[in-house]
């Protein structure tokens, strides 16, 4: 079992940076570790994906050049930090967990263990 709780979220103006965290505990952390989000009325969706390592990433095309997503196996926490943020990149960010450190998924199927999510508001 694996436990993943983000923290970091909050309201910025357009243009701002937030940095997310996710601290992961449980029987075993080695696992690819995602980010996804979700607006209001819409479904969630890819952000980003690392491997266990760190060594390999992907990035859905609307945050590549802002977001960057990294990991620390040492203090158990994967980030996301956000630069130039835009409005539309307000939505719930949730923080996930893929048992097959193998792959590197972008669906939401993909994932076994989730975050409870955490808000990020980005006024214009």
């Known amino acids: 079992q694996v436990h993943l709780v983000e923290s970091g979220g909050g309201l910025v103006q357009a243009g701002d940076s937030l940095r997310l965290s996710c601290l992961v505990s449980?029987?075993?952390?080695?696992?690819?570790m995602g980010w996804f989000r979700q607006a209001p009325g819409k479904e969630r969706e890819f952000v980003a994906a690392?491997?266990?390592?760190?060594?390999?990433?992907k990035y859905a095309d609307f945050v590549k050049g802002r977001f960057t997503i990294s990991r620390d196996n040492a203090k158990n926490t994967v980030s996301l930090q956000m630069n130039r943020l835009k409005p539309y990149d307000t939505a719930d960010y949730y923080c996930?967990?893929?048992?097959?450190?193998?792959?590197?998924?972008?669906?939401?199927?993909?994932?076994?263990?989730w975050g409870q999510g955490i808000q990020v508001t980005v006024s214009s």
């Open positions: 449980g029987t075993s952390t080695a696992y690819t």
């Open positions: 690392l491997n266990w390592t760190g060594g390999t990433k």
């Open positions: 996930a967990a893929e048992a097959d450190h193998t792959m590197l998924g972008v669906a939401t199927g993909d994932y076994d263990y």
